[in-house]
């Protein structure tokens, strides 16, 4: 079992930076797949970053290559969403996820097994 909880979030204008952590539990989530995904109002949840075990491998979706950064920390158990140039188009709720596979490559909701409550994101403009 994993449990997620994200933290970060809050209200901020166009162009400016916030970074997101989520904190997970268990001992082997150094061994685990994390992602981010997030979903605005009305709209579905959509994927927006992963990173392997190792953190080394990740992925980013096209519509934040280049303003947003995954990355992890084993020893703290934490993996970490820093957003840059914040547009109003990224406003949503950004929660976390986490699956066994330690080198999964998924975008889709269902393929991750564990989900965190989320953090709300609003960018003003």
């Known amino acids: 079992q994993v449990h997620l909880v994200e933290s970060g979030g809050g209200l901020v204008q166009a162009g400016g930076s916030l970074r997101l952590s989520c904190a997970a539990s268990?001992?082997?989530?150094?061994?685990?797949?994390m992602a981010w995904f997030r979903q605005a109002p009305g709209k579905d949840r959509e994927f927006v970053a992963l990173?392997?075990?190792?953190?080394?491998?990740?992925v980013h979706a096209e519509s934040v290559k280049g303003r947003f950064t995954i990355s992890r920390d084993n020893a703290k158990n934490t993996v970490y969403l820093q957003m840059n140039s914040l547009k109003p188009e990224d406003t949503a709720v950004y929660y976390c996820?986490?699956?066994?596979?330690?080198?999964?490559?998924?975008?889709?909701?269902?393929?991750?097994?564990?989900w965190g409550q989320g953090t709300q994101v609003t960018v003003s403009s």
């Open positions: 996820a986490a699956d066994p596979d330690p080198r999964k490559v998924a975008t889709r909701t269902q393929d991750y097994v564990y």
């Open positions: 268990g001992r082997t989530f150094s061994s685990y797949t």
């Open positions: 990173i392997w075990w190792n953190g080394v491998t990740t």
